[in-house]
């Protein structure tokens, strides 16, 4: 993993889910394949593999780089900006 420049302006402690599960997906009574955080604000938000992709549309949206995996056994984190896994 790359030591990614974004990671130092995360606040730290890093952020509590906002919800369990993706809120867009269940508005729009989809299910999530894999659940991504925001580490900026704690949004929970649906893989690219989800139909609506809405972790990325939270990125797309709001420029939040960096996001964790909150799948059970998962750590790793990606940047969005600069597109890799970060340490």
Partial sequence: MIECPHRAE???PE?????ET???C?????HPVQL???LVCGH???CDSSPYRHA???FEETGH????SVEPGESWRWCYVDRHLVS
């Fill in 10 to 12: 995360l606040p730290r």
């Fill in 15 to 19: 952020p509590e889910p906002l919800s």
């Fill in 22 to 24: 993706c809120p867009e």
């Fill in 26 to 30: 269940a508005a729009l009574g989809s």
């Fill in 36 to 38: 991504r955080m925001c």
């Fill in 44 to 46: 929970v938000g649906c």
């Fill in 56 to 58: 990325t549309a939270h």
């Fill in 65 to 68: 780089a960096v996001m964790r």
